[in-house]
């Protein structure tokens, strides 16, 4: 088996997505860490399975206790054959599935000092106020860093003690800003001022350097200055008085400072703050005290408060109120919220999939915060509660017999919603569309709550093979399933999960092509839809067919750490097309073409080389309806279709290895030589050095590429390129006089010129990243831009979605809520919720869906249509 450590390398193919999260610095340091994750009920193997997909150098999981019924509704690696074994040595088989350069061992003794002091992060689920007091003093101590997690129902609490002092190398994994200068005064406090074009962008507190500044030169790769924020396109720096006169120019890039931050309080039980109030936490110091009962009456009696009990409501209670009256400072209840005790003592004996692969995410997410110093930490409580999922009238209380154990799977749930609900999920049709990372998180989900587990149906279809790299988010998939269909292979996964789902998979796109098979009766017969897609224009089309024959639908994305959810209900909620979001902001052209001043936009501008050069004029020369098509363009552009074309077929036909080298070669003197050299004719400034070793990427590259277009045979030999190189002619270049280069977007539209658009580009063995790469960089060297990496190119131009298994699991456990408040018929627009989330910052806010909007005329709902019927008798429409 391989394993994570100093010497590995990063295997760039499993962990590409996740990655762009979190960089290569901050997946080696995790690669170091060792983690300890006690408690194998539901909670600690979602925390399990995302820390291991993440890529740490160890895992061990820790339980003394045995499988029980309960365990079942939200412990997805247990079977019913399970019952009596320990939780830890079954679990440990499955989990060391999910990567294999994790080692998983399990463990069942007790958590002495010596065997604690192994570890590098130690997670607690399940486990005892005197285990997490305990272990907690011995982690602060030696420096380890401690989180503790638990659910019970409805309710979450996540604590974190990342020990006297951590530090956090970046805040919030957002790309550094950088914007152009167009002064800069003399002062006390300089204040610089950006060009106009866009907002800078910066908050007050941000640390930036300077490059190619003229005039005021000191500041040219200064140490890194804070700033403040006068308005959105100026900031003060440091004192300016004693520099040189400003004259123009420059750039101004944010700089991430590492931050020092130590925990305020190592005590579970009496913190010594205020507890935030995230948006949906509104009551976390009621919580505090509630956990704390609960504890205690877990003490008293060996066992939680029986669910719906209305004596052990009571009783946790007076047990909170002497909690409470024990508590000092800001950690103590002023106005006690009784209804809210008794309804955690109404549900803790629950055990819910959707809350504990919420708290699970975040809770894994804070493991990877403490391995890696990447992203601030929870300061340090955070609780959570869904009691929205109760029922939505006042005063609706479930009776112990509803909700009394029946040794079956669901009575981790029954528990909290009792038997009718579960009977509800069972009998649901739902059609879930994609099964990739979101995908597969709801079918686990939906196998853990009972969804289609008796006479209903999950339809899931998903047109997509398994590749390597879904293998760090899409936890379904094993490495032998590669290549195999995501959907059959999904389906058969979650069936292991609960044999009683009943589930089919499909292969077919969503869409207009596919209407004959999700036709009329398919979508009558659904009772929702859950998206689980990658692009906007799917989930409009969705969301469109949702409208349209007014079913449920449940939306939700992620991007990195950043997630959302959209719970869209007929007649009550507007639609997921009611509203969008900005269009992305768009470089300017001749910013590309002429005056690029940041990698993104050299980037940019060798995608558009790579399709003008080796996409366009194949596609065109080959499509029967080109010249039809070219003849209705505006202006110009027919001209430099047809010319392009031309050249492509006649005049640049290449007839052996060794033309297509010399056309690379002239190609480049072309573009980094000859037409950098017209600029400088027009604008005169100073010239710039280039690196050889770039220059023979680039040809070795477009050779490759221009070979590849004509059919011929490439090569990867330098040495024969170079020999070959000896003996192309290169023609001299001199620069014209009256060459029109174009300043601005608006002279550039005025003379009918165009930019196209490229596809993806992210396959590493058909040089198309090789020629972005290096045509990049050899135009950020043109123009003094510093020149970036591979990895970096690879995200920006193939337009790869950062993605990272923490995120999908916490956004699909909030779905799966939504998906319950759903089938029970909920009718209150503000018993559901909107979420969005940003586990890096961390944020957390929760919002009332809009309202479902009303037509201007005639006051109908989005919703409604005209139902057009047909008389049997005499055939006419009514």
């Known amino acids: 088996m391989a394993k994570n450590g100093n010497d590995a390398e990063i295997d760039e193919g499993l962990y590409s997505r996740q990655l762009y999260v979190l960089g290569h610095e901050a997946m080696k340091r995790m690669q170091n860490s060792n983690v300890l994750i006690s408690g194998m009920r539901g909670l600690g193997v979602e925390i399990a399975k995302n820390v291991i997909l993440g890529g740490v150098r160890s895992v061990t999981v820790h339980d003394q206790g045995v499988a029980e019924w309960r365990d079942l509704s939200s412990q997805f690696y247990l079977r019913e054959e399970d019952l009596g074994k320990n939780r830890a040595e079954v679990s440990q088989t499955r989990l060391a599935e999910l990567n294999n350069y994790v080692p998983v061992t399990a463990y069942t003794g007790a958590l002495t000092e010596d065997y604690i002091t192994k570890f590098q992060v130690v997670v607690l689920t399940n486990s005892s106020l005197e285990e997490q007091q305990h272990v907690g003093e011995l982690c602060h101590s030696r420096g380890l860093k401690l989180i503790v997690a638990d659910t019970r129902g409805l309710f979450g609490q996540l604590f974190c003690d990342f020990g006297e002092e951590m530090v956090v190398y970046d805040t919030n994994g957002e790309q550094p800003l950088s914007a152009m200068i167009s002064m800069i005064t003399k002062d006390s406090a300089g204040v610089v001022t950006c060009l106009d074009e866009a907002r800078h962008g910066f908050e007050s507190g941000d640390y930036v350097t300077f490059t190619e500044v003229q005039g005021m030169t000191e500041l040219n790769g200064c140490q890194p200055v804070e700033i403040k924020v006068l308005g959105p396109y100026t900031f003060s720096i440091c004192d300016t008085t004693g520099y040189t006169d400003y004259v123009r120019g420059g750039i101004v890039s944010q700089v991430k400072m590492p931050k020092k931050i130590k925990s305020i309080s190592s005590s579970l039980v009496e913190p010594e703050f205020v507890m935030t109030d995230f948006a949906k936490f509104d009551r976390p110091g009621q919580l505090h005290v509630g956990f704390q009962a609960i504890h205690a009456f877990q003490k008293k009696h060996n066992h939680l408060p029986a669910p719906w009990s209305q004596a052990d409501g009571e009783e946790l209670l007076t047990l909170a109120k002497e909690v409470n009256s024990a508590l000092t400072g800001s950690a103590k209840v002023e106005q006690f919220d009784e209804a809210l005790i008794k309804k955690l003592s109404f549900v803790a004996a629950g055990d819910l999939a959707p809350v504990n692969a919420f708290i699970g995410g975040l809770a894994a997410q804070e493991v990877m915060k403490a391995c890696t110093g990447k992203f601030m930490p929870i300061m340090q409580w955070l609780y959570f509660d869904a009691l929205e999922c109760l029922a939505e009238e006042e005063g609706v209380v479930l009776t112990e017999e509803e909700c009394a154990p029946r040794n079956c799977r669901y009575d981790g749930q029954i528990a909290v919603f009792g038997t009718k609900l579960q009977d509800l999920l ?194 065109n020369a080959i499509d029967p309806k080109f010249m039809e098509r070219t003849l209705k363009l505006p202006g110009a552009q027919p001209v430099e279709v047809l010319e392009a074309v031309y050249k492509s077929i006649v005049t640049d036909c290449p007839h052996s290895w060794a033309d297509c080298v010399a056309w690379a070669r002239n190609h480049w003197q072309c573009q980094y030589n000859n037409n950098i050299r017209q600029l400088l004719h027009n604008f005169p400034p100073e010239q710039v050095h ?189």
């Open 426 to 619: 069972g009998k649901q049709r739902y059609f879930l569309v994609g099964a990739g990372a979101i995908g597969c998180e709801l079918l686990k989900n939906f196998a853990m709550i009972g969804l289609a587990g008796g006479e209903g149906e999950v339809i899931v279809t998903d047109m997509d093979t398994i590749e390597k790299s879904n293998l760090n988010r899409q936890f379904l998939f094993r490495p032998s399933d590669v290549t195999k269909m995501k959907s059959d292979t999904a389906a058969a996964a979650v069936k292991q999960m609960n044999p009683s789902i009943r589930i089919t998979g499909h292969q077919n796109r969503v869409g207009p092509d596919t209407e004959r098979v999700y036709d009329d009766d398919f979508f009558e017969s659904l009772d929702g839809v859950a998206n689980a897609l990658d692009n906007v224009d799917a989930r409009m089309y969705m969301d469109r067919r949702c409208v349209y024959y007014r079913k449920p639908l449940l939306e939700s994305g992620t991007l990195g750490t950043k997630g959302n959810v959209q719970v869209v209900i007929p007649f009550l909620t507007e639609s997921y097309s009611s509203s969008q979001d900005p269009p992305e902001k768009s470089i300017p052209i001749c910013t590309l073409k002429n005056f690029p001043n940041a990698i993104e936009h050299t980037l940019q501008w060798a995608r558009d080389e790579f399709e003008g050069l080796f996409k366009q004029p194949p596609e």
């Open 690 to 878: 280039i690196e050889l070793e770039l220059h023979m990427d680039y040809v070795m590259a477009a050779a490759n590429l221009y070979a590849q277009t004509y059919g011929l045979p490439g090569s990867s030999d330098r040495a024969g390129v170079i020999k070959i190189l000896q003996d192309v002619k290169v023609p001299v270049f001199t620069p014209r006089s009256g060459v029109k280069i174009h300043v601005s977007d608006q002279d550039l539209q005025n003379s009918n010129s165009s930019v196209g658009k490229t596809g993806k580009s992210d396959d590493d063995t058909n040089f198309h990243m090789d020629f972005i790469v290096a045509a990049s960089n050899l135009r950020a060297e043109n123009y003094d831009i510093p020149p970036t990496d591979r990895h970096k190119s690879k995200l920006i131009a193939g337009k790869i979605i950062p993605a990272i298994a923490t995120t999908t699991a916490a956004v699909v456990g909030l779905v799966c809520l939504e998906l319950i408040k759903i089938v029970q018929g909920h009718k209150k627009l503000e018993t559901y919720k909107n979420g969005f989330m940003n586990l890096a910052l961390p944020f957390f806010a929760f919002s009332e869906p809009i309202a479902a909007p009303r037509h201007k005329v005639g006051h109908f709902y989005v919703y409604h249509c005209f139902d057009v019927h047909m008389c049997p008798r005499c055939r006419k429409m009514f």
